[in-house]
């Protein structure tokens, strides 16, 4: 029997994002940021279903080793040890018997992490693609993009992802056209910049450009070149936040390693699919935890993917960060201790106009009209007071000027009057609503409003 009290933390009986990760993870004296961003993966486990995850090649190796797959499997074992901790914070008592189709706020049993860590694709880059290069992780891909189940698969490239070429160019040979467009459409690719090649290689030596090039119109391509240096910078310059709440908390904490370039390069690739209500992440050009991105020519010059390498796609990505930084990072914290203590914060549960729970509310309104929105049924699961930011993210709509929010001015505010301006007819525009708690540490949730603005 399972005992899930999904309430406490997110809502209901919705499905977790599927999630596939390709890492090319090494040791703590090569580069560790692969490692630690596994550890932060790990204590999000409840709110992502982990797929995959696959041992392959990337900037740290030119060839995948079985070195990788191991430290995979330890820091799953270190997440067994605190798991008995961490189930605390939903009040899950057991594991499903069958775990596919996992619900938001169930933790995943150690024994289905490990059957699902394998060996991808042994070298790097797309010359290798072919006949010879199947491996456990390309089969694997297949088998989970296959499956009968209506939601899209994740692919986090952490390091390269050679591995689901592969994948793809099995597919291609051995079905027709509808059938390979079918899988397709149902991958999502997360690209940490491009390492399938050697930082100083050119890009036709990677198999991702093949990707973007054969599949532009059918294969949904993300390509970060900002999140990942933001979160890299960053999370060295506050290093010390690092060493006094995640090392040592909890067997995860005794292992997550010092930096030896950046931290955690890799986490915004799932930062942007944690369903925390904040975006679709079917729409990148929506910003959220793990950036902003916008169709566009990639930094190969060759290929278009979703990206934000330059100009406005930069900015606006690298001002959502700054600004959501130590949300994201207070969610790791908290979570580290419970695993440390099987005790400590959870986040705020937004109620907004009624509706309780982390989809997009759409509303639809009149030009000049005034809408209230109303957040007074928001609350704490612990009990601590809750403070309201509302604000307005003008790149995600169509109408790119300000928009009004009256009572937005004070951060208790749990209720606000949103003016729709008399120019944005046929327009959208976004309002976030953004609450955070006084715990320790604070922790923030999100709504999303879309205004969609008749003629």
């Not at 596919?100 to 995943?108: L, N």
């Not at 059957?115 to 456990?136: L, Q, W």
């Not at 001015?409 to 309002?431: C, L, M, Q, W, Y």
Request: some cysteine; hydrophobic content about 35%; charged content about 25%.
């Amino acid at each position: 029997m399972i005992g899930l009290n999904n309430g406490t933390s997110v809502d209901g009986a919705s499905l977790k994002p599927r999630v596939i990760v390709l890492t090319d993870i090494s040791p703590a004296d090569h580069e560790p940021d692969d490692w630690e961003s596994m550890i932060r993966l790990c204590v999000h486990a409840d709110l992502l279903e982990i797929e995959g995850l696959i041992a392959t090649t990337g900037w740290s190796y030119e060839q995948a080793t079985a070195q990788s797959l191991d430290l995979i499997h330890k820091v799953i074992d270190a997440y067994e040890k605190d798991l008995p901790n961490l189930l605390k914070r939903s009040g899950q008592t057991g594991f499903l018997q069958d775990e596919s189709r996992q619900e938001i706020g169930y933790w995943p049993s150690p024994n289905y992490l490990r059957s699902r860590a394998v060996m991808g694709s042994n070298k790097r880059g797309f010359s290798h693609i072919g006949e010879d290069n199947d491996s456990a992780g390309s089969n694997l891909i297949i088998k989970v993009v296959d499956e009968a189940d209506e939601r899209p698969v994740w692919i986090l490239a952490w390091g390269g992802a050679n591995t689901l070429a592969q994948a793809i160019w099995r597919v291609q040979r051995d079905r027709d056209r509808g059938r390979l467009m079918a899988f397709l459409h149902k991958i999502r690719v997360y690209t940490i910049t491009d390492q399938d090649r050697n930082i100083s290689t050119p890009f036709e030596f990677s198999s991702h450009q093949w990707l973007r090039r054969e599949f532009e119109k059918d294969l949904f391509f993300i390509w970060d070149e900002c999140a990942w240096k933001f979160q890299n910078e960053t999370g060295k310059r506050n290093w010390n936040e690092y060493a006094q709440h995640i090392q040592g908390h909890g067997n995860l904490g005794d292992m997550y390693p010092r930096y030896r370039y950046g931290v955690e390069g890799d986490t915004p690739s799932f930062l942007y699919l944690l369903p925390v209500g904040l975006n679709n992440p079917d729409v990148p050009n929506q910003g959220s935890w793990g950036g902003y991105f916008e169709w566009a020519m990639g930094p190969d010059n060759q290929t278009y993917a979703y990206t934000n390498h330059r100009g406005p796609a930069y900015a606006t990505c690298r001002r959502l960060l700054e600004h959501f930084y130590q949300a994201t990072f207070n969610n790791f914290a908290a979570r580290m201790d419970w695993a440390k203590d099987g005790a400590g914060n959870r986040n705020p549960v937004v109620v907004v106009n009624g509706s309780r729970g982390i989809d997009i509310l759409t509303i639809r309104a009149r030009p000049g009209e005034e809408i209230v929105l109303d957040g007074s049924k928001t609350f704490d699961p612990d009990g601590d007071a809750i403070s309201f930011n509302w604000w307005h993210l003008r790149e995600a709509g169509t109408y790119g000027q300000d928009v009004e929010i009256l009572g937005s001015d004070r951060s208790n505010r749990s209720g606000v009057i949103v003016k729709v301006p008399e120019d944005a007819a046929g327009r959208t525009f976004h309002i976030i609503c953004e609450v955070t708690d006084n715990g320790i540490p604070n922790l923030t949730s999100y709504r999303r409003i879309i205004f969609e603005t008749g003629r």
